[in-house]
Nanobody
């Protein structure tokens, strides 16, 4: 079992920045990658970014590439999502997740553990 706890989101103006964190505990050695997903009202949950706990695997959704940065601090078992130049379209509930089975999955079904979700709102 891996437990994921996300930091609080927040409210930011268009063009602003927020950083989310995701702290993992429990049997963290079983997870090989951490991903971020988001879900806006009335929309399906969608992939945002993924990073492996090892070296060499990072990927982003086209909608956030160049604006968001995913990172991790292995000794702290914590992942981060830095969101810059934010847009109203980024408004959503953000979830971190961990997978045992893939280093670079963008598929919800591949993820085994999920954070509680945190609200991010971007105003005009």
């Amino acid at each position: 079992q891996v437990h994921l706890v996300e930091s609080e989101g927040g409210l930011v103006q268009t063009g602003g920045s927020l950083r989310l964190s995701c702290a993992a505990s429990g049997r963290t050695f079983s997870a090989v990658a951490m991903g971020w997903f988001r879900q806006a009202p009335g929309k399906e949950r969608e992939f945002v970014a993924v990073i492996s706990w090892g070296v060499g695997y990072v990927d982003y959704a086209d909608s956030v590439k160049g604006r968001f940065t995913i990172s991790r601090d292995n000794p702290k078992n914590t992942g981060y999502l830095q969101m810059n130049r934010m847009k109203p379209e980024d408004t959503a509930t953000y979830y971190c997740a961990a997978t045992r089975r893939s280093l670079n999955s963008q598929t919800i079904a591949d993820y085994d553990y999920w954070g509680q979700g945190t609200q991010v709102t971007v105003s005009s």
